[in-house]
Structure formats: structure tokens, C-alpha cells
């Protein structure tokens, strides 16, 4: 059964602006060489959805309408980039919106969509009040916040970003296996509310590289089963 888009709801991003050459160009833009490549590129890791229980796409597809970062960074990797949240009866929240602890997903688990290394993180960042506007003051030189990195050992890394403040429990080096929990939701860095912001990409510097697009397997998107496929803005998701 297909479900209402939510009516109440606060926009996410992970801003990032960073001149890129001409070679970086990906989908949407001139470089048709590149294009090419990444049109029908088939993730290599077999990704699963990185939470528990049902997360909204507020933002996330290949097309500039569905995936929004196409428009704020350009040739980075957050190229194919998601945001998601916890939606119930058409709201990300509950009472005082600007409560950190009154959005669904605050404090949810998160967990590794697959297995591989940890290769950075942050776990010190103080979650944003909930403004409805990005806090310049805090984010501009903490723009994913509390985050982690993962090498999954075959040229594509993971970036999850906006953690809980304190609640990640992995170490950079540690071996981490698919569906592992890493850390808590939470509010930290460039986000104007609680959420998940999540990347594949080629390179473990989350500030370089190129996006690439993430394919999720056994996953039920508005109810129906899912064996393999990329989740899009507007559509509510859970993994199997």
C-alpha cells in the first residue's frame, strides 16, 4: 500500500561547494565519457539499508529532481547522496519540532550497510538545535558532523554522517561486518534537523572523489519486495 508524503517535514542537507575540473563531470552535466560510466554502473558491495524498522526518502535518485545534491555540490560524493528520516502519519516529529528528541529518528540505530574497514570518523560534534535553517556558526567547519567512513576493500567507501554526538562505537581500523550497528541518528554538522545522510563514492576523503550511484538488495520500498534497486525521494523503505 503506497503512503501519503509527508505534510510537516524539514529539508536536509550535507553542504559541500567545491570547484571541480571539467573531467569530474558525472550524469546531468557535459562530459559524455563520464556519463557513459556511470549511467549503468552497478555497485560492486552488496549494500543493505543502513537502519532498522521504516525511513522515508526525503531526498534521494539519480535525477536532480529526486536527488537535490546535484544541485549543491557538483562532480563531489555526494553525488547520489540520501537523505532519509523516520516519517509516522505524515510527520517527522512529535510535538516541539525544535526538540531534537521529539523527531523519530533521533537516537535510532544505524547501522553498516556492508562489511569493510573504518577508515575516519568524528564522534565529538554537539547536535544542532532544530532551526528549520542550517546554523553557519557550527556547521561551516563541521560539515558532516559526527560521521564514519568505510572501505569496503573494492574501490567504493561508505560515508553515513550527522551521528548522535558520542553515539558511534567503532574505531578507526576496526572490521566491521554488513548489518553491524556503528552509532545513533542524531543532528550534528551541516543539518537543519534529525536525519541520515548516506553516500557511496571511489575515494575515502568525503570532501573529493565522485558519488556513485548505490544499489540496495532484499528491501521493501512502499510495500513491495525489492531484490536489488536504489531507493528514490518520496518513497518509504525497509530492509527485509
Not at 18 to 34: A, M, Q
Not at 104 to 127: H, Q, S, T, V
Not at 145 to 170: P, Q, R, T
Request: proline residues 3%; negative net charge.
Amino acid at each position: 500500500m503506497k503512503r501519503n508524503s509527508p505534510i510537516i517535514y524539514v529539508f536536509y542537507f550535507l553542504l559541500i561547494s567545491i570547484p571541480t575540473s571539467c573531467s569530474d563531470t558525472l550524469i546531468g552535466d557535459e562530459g559524455k565519457s563520464d556519463e557513459d560510466i556511470y549511467l549503468n554502473y552497478q555497485t560492486k558491495t552488496d549494500l543493505e539499508l543502513p537502519f532498522e524498522e521504516e525511513w522515508y526518502v526525503f531526498v534521494g535518485g539519480r535525477t536532480h529532481l529526486n536527488g537535490r545534491h546535484h544541485f549543491i555540490t557538483r562532480g563531489t560524493g555526494q553525488r547520489y547522496a540520501y537523505d532519509i528520516a523516520v516519517v509516522i502519519d505524515g510527520s517527522s516529529f512529535s510535538g516541539d519540532s525544535s526538540k531534537n528528541e521529539n523527531h523519530y529518528c533521533f537516537g535510532k540505530r544505524l547501522n553498516a550497510p556492508a562489511g569493510g574497514k573504518i577508515m575516519a570518523l568524528e564522534n565529538n560534534i554537539d547536535d544542532n538545535y532544530v532551526s528549520g535553517s542550517v546554523n553557519s556558526d557550527i556547521n561551516d567547519s563541521n560539515l558532516a558532523g559526527n560521521y564514519i567512513i568505510i572501505d569496503h576493500l573494492n574501490g567504493e567507501y561508505s560515508m553515513l554522517a550527522h551521528f548522535k554526538k558520542g553515539s558511534i562505537i567503532v574505531s578507526v581500523g576496526d572490521m566491521v561486518v554488513k548489518g553491524q550497528e556503528v552509532g545513533k541518528a542524531g543532528n550534528s554538522g551541516n543539518s537543519t534537523g534529525p536525519h541520515l545522510h548516506y553516500h557511496l563514492q571511489n575515494t575515502p576523503d568525503y570532501l573529493n572523489g565522485i558519488g556513485l550511484p548505490a544499489q540496495f538488495a532484499n528491501y521493501y520500498e512502499d510495500d513491495e519486495l525489492i531484490e536489488r534497486g536504489e531507493p528514490v525521494r518520496g518513497q518509504t523503505v525497509v530492509k527485509n
